[in-house]
């Protein structure tokens, strides 16, 4: 049971370039999330999913996208990268708050640090 | 605004030693309060779920308590392996993305043999 995998570990990219960012979750959870975590400003949603083929914005979505087009999966692009998005993103899933497992904790990755030159 | 705050930033502990890190949160309506720890390298690993003022929550030496304005994880005479960064997070009632948590920045916690 691996849990939340994150595909890469690592990556560096230059200005202006592309990318996309797996997580595929074995759980079965329904919601889906996305973070970044930077020094001093602790982990913010970029973007979440309460299901597959849904999608939301979170509190720092600028210049990100993301998909969820199976259940197990949440995808997140930088379509064009820019030195501000040099971070460690962690991927996460839950059940939906309230489900009969309880309040749900959130599951996490253990993330993708990306570097952009 | 919902707000989660965490103190202290740093706390260095010789092993054995007790104390305690704070979590105090503003928010609209708690639904629950969370606490992960993360070590370096790794995701957030949760530890408990807190719901209601009075609760008390424990693991090994990690005891967390709740009230309606902060929460408190107590840790009894620490070992080196307890070092890592606590996370407290919140989720609400309110808002666009219920299942989302609100976290503070986390306090780093050392232990010296």
């Known amino acids: 049971n691996a849990g939340v995998t994150q595909t890469p570990k690592f990556r560096v990219l230059k200005t202006g370039q592309s990318m996309t960012l797996l997580c595929a979750q074995d759980?079965?959870?329904?919601?889906m999330y996305w973070y970044r975590q930077d020094p001093g400003m602790g982990l913010r949603l970029i973007h979440y999913s309460v299901g597959e083929g849904t999608t939301a914005k979170g509190e720092v979505p600028d210049g990100y996208n993301v998909s969820r087009l199976k259940k197990q999966n949440f995808l997140l692009g930088l379509e064009s990268a820019a030195p501000s998005q040099t971070s460690v993103y962690f991927c996460a899933s839950s059940e939906p708050p309230g489900s009969t497992t309880g309040n749900s904790p959130l599951h996490f990755g253990n993330g993708t640090r990306l570097t952009v030159t | 605004e919902d707000q989660v705050t965490q103190s202290p930033e740093a706390l260095r502990l010789q092993e054995g030693e007790s104390s305690s890190l704070n979590c105090s949160y503003t928010?609209?309506?708690?639904?629950?309060l969370f606490w992960y720890r993360q070590d370096p390298g790794k995701g957030p690993e949760f530890l408990f779920t807190l719901y209601s003022a009075g609760e008390e929550k424990e693991k090994e030496r990690l005891k967390a308590t709740l009230t309606k304005k902060e929460s408190f994880l107590h840790i009894t005479a620490p070992k080196p392996e307890d070092s890592a960064t606590y996370l407290c997070?919140?989720?609400?009632?309110?808002?666009?993305?219920?299942?989302?948590?609100?976290f503070g920045k986390g306090t780093k916690l050392s232990v010296k043999p």
């Open positions: 759980m079965n959870h329904e919601y």
């Open positions: 997070a919140v989720r609400t009632y309110y808002g666009g993305s219920q299942g989302n948590l609100i």
């Open positions: 928010v609209s309506g708690l639904r629950g």
